[in-house]
């Protein structure tokens, strides 16, 4: 307990500075490692470490796995051509996977633990999800309609894609619906792990259906049923696409920050102005 004290001090310390206006909760208990990078301060220096990582990484593995995709992988038999949709496609799915996932987590952390960067961090992810839910169901669309005579089906796979973007939509329009961020932030949180029941259809939704959409070429289980000299520009897209969202992310959420602490510095100088009239 006593070790946990110097936290509580900081950051009730911090919201009666009024270094971060939108969180005025204190902390809950939680792991050392979320109490580290609670902190905004300390968050900012994370990310200017890790940003130019991230986005060099990004731009190494994208180039590469495009390049390897899209003019040295061979064309699939059956598909022919059309098959190189996949190296946007694909990462696309997973993305839009991982950032809801990513809204849970803030979710759990902002109505159990209260984590000052949480209702934060969902604001930041929901667009960039949206973004690639969005993506994922539009190169779905080109891609299917070569193979399948249509651009859209209302497939099991296809549907809970799209009603993982509508969630987006809804989560996005929803923690911005009420002038008390509290009250947006708390209803979006519940959307967001309410909606997280979507994710696992989405998952095993070509098992649990007879669907157009093809199994899963990747699994944890089985070796992959693709070429080797199409699997790897493949994961090398998938990873430069994710670092890539990884860097758009820290990128937004380090601005957020920084607005927030404008806003609390402009709203304390005009107060200062208005008492140094008033007197």
């Known amino acids: 307990m006593r070790q946990r004290a110097p936290f509580a001090a900081e950051y009730f310390g911090l919201f009666q500075t009024g270094t971060f206006t939108e969180l005025q909760v204190p902390v809950r208990a939680t792991p050392n490692l979320l109490h580290r990078y609670a902190n905004p301060g300390q968050f900012l220096r994370l990310s200017r470490v890790l940003l130019p990582w991230l986005t060099a990484g990004a731009l ?26 996949m190296y946007v496609h694909v990462p696309m799915a997973w993305l839009a996977s991982s950032c809801y996932l990513g809204l849970a987590v803030c979710s759990v952390l902002s109505l159990v633990w209260r984590h000052p960067l949480a209702d934060l961090a969902a604001i930041e992810i929901g667009p960039v999800g949206a973004c690639a839910a969005a993506l994922c169901l539009v190169t779905g669309s080109l891609w299917g309609e070569p193979m399948w005579g249509t651009w859209w089906v209302w497939d099991a796979r296809l549907t809970s894609v799209l009603v993982l973007f509508f969630l987006y939509l809804g989560h996005i329009a929803l923690i911005r619906a009420f002038d008390e961020p509290a009250r947006g932030q708390k209803a979006a949180a519940v959307l967001a792990l309410a909606g997280a029941v979507d994710l696992p259809i989405i998952k095993f939704s070509v098992q649990w259906w007879n669907t157009l959409h093809q199994p899963d070429s990747i699994t944890l289980t089985g070796a992959p049923t693709m070429s080797l000299t199409m699997l790897w520009p493949l994961l090398l897209t998938t ?8 860097a758009v992310i820290f990128t937004r959420l380090s601005a957020a920050i920084h607005e927030s602490r404008t806003r609390q510095l402009l709203a304390r100088s005009r107060l200062d102005r208005t008492d140094t009239q008033a007197a």
Do not use: N
């Not at 190494?60 to 190189?84: K, M, S, Y």
């Not at 990873?239 to 990884?246: E, K, P």
């Open 239 to 246: 990873l430069g696409f994710t670092l890539g969202v990884a």
């Open 60 to 85: 190494l593995f994208l180039g590469a796995g495009v390049a390897w995709g899209l003019f040295f992988a061979p064309a699939d038999w059956q598909q022919g051509e059309t098959v190189r949709i």
